[in-house]
């Protein structure tokens, strides 16, 4: 069972141009959302983070906005770039007790073209 | 660099084997996490251990075991190696146990286990 659905798969973006990618939960238990960004070789790297108590979260050139209600939070790219070209993963955690752990989306491969 | 070291990087092994991953956990840092990452599967978690205690357990199978020991390293025990168990296998840490509370998880770069 997925819980954290993601979308698009892949994601072809011109320089300069917004890139977005969505992602969907179904756990309403999750409270804690990060994004990763991995390249090739590399393990996840974190990116950027938001709670449930906030909508919006800027970063740079990185924003996620959060819909609490439609269970639903996506990662801006502003002003995407050729060196952002790399696999995004969304998650979701929630912890219980003392343990917590992260469930992540399927992955977007992004590249962005000169 | 995230500061979480993993060895060795590649490993190459034939089916029925054990191996024995590393993982030596940011400066400071109590909880470790184990993930698998497969073409088909993404990035599933294995197990959590915080300061040397099982904290919470994903879909890990009976032939894998973990451990973290006092100095807070931690291994990840893989044996009757199957062609099926071939991924990349990243180990996370973090300061606390409750990620978004003041703590965020930090990967390291990964080993490769092929099993041929």
């Known amino acids: 069972q997925q819980q954290v659905k993601q979308s698009p798969q892949s994601l072809i973006v011109q320089k300069g141009g917004i890139s977005i990618i969505n992602c969907a939960y179904e756990n309403t238990a999750f409270d804690y959302f990060p994004w990763y960004q991995q390249f090739p070789g590399k393990g996840p790297a974190l990116l950027i983070a938001i709670r449930p108590d906030v909508s919006e979260k800027k970063e740079g050139r990185f924003t996620i906005s959060f819909n609490k209600s439609a269970k639903q939070f996506s990662l801006h790219i502003m002003d995407s770039q050729p060196g952002d070209s790399a696999t995004y993963f969304c998650a979701a955690s929630t912890s219980s007790g003392t343990a917590s752990k992260l469930t992540f989306g399927t992955g977007t491969r992004l590249q962005v073209t000169l | 660099d995230s500061g979480v070291t993993q060895t060795p990087k590649h490993l190459i092994t034939a089916t029925g084997q054990r191996v024995t991953l590393r993982c030596s956990p940011r400066?400071?840092?109590?909880?470790v996490y184990w993930y698998q990452q497969s073409l088909d599967q993404g990035l599933q978690f294995l197990i959590q251990?915080?300061?040397?205690?099982?904290?919470a357990k994903g879909n890990i199978l009976e032939r894998f075991s973990a451990q973290q020991f006092p100095d807070l390293h931690s291994e990840l025990n893989l044996s009757s190696l199957e062609l099926g168990d071939s991924a990349l296998y990243f180990c996370?840490?973090?300061?606390?146990?409750?990620?978004?509370?003041?703590?965020?998880?930090?990967f390291g770069q990964g080993t490769r286990l092929t099993v041929v």
């Open positions: 251990y915080y300061n040397g205690e099982e904290r």
């Open positions: 400066s400071g840092d109590l909880s």
């Open positions: 996370a840490s973090s300061v606390g146990s409750l990620l978004g509370r003041k703590t965020e998880a930090f």
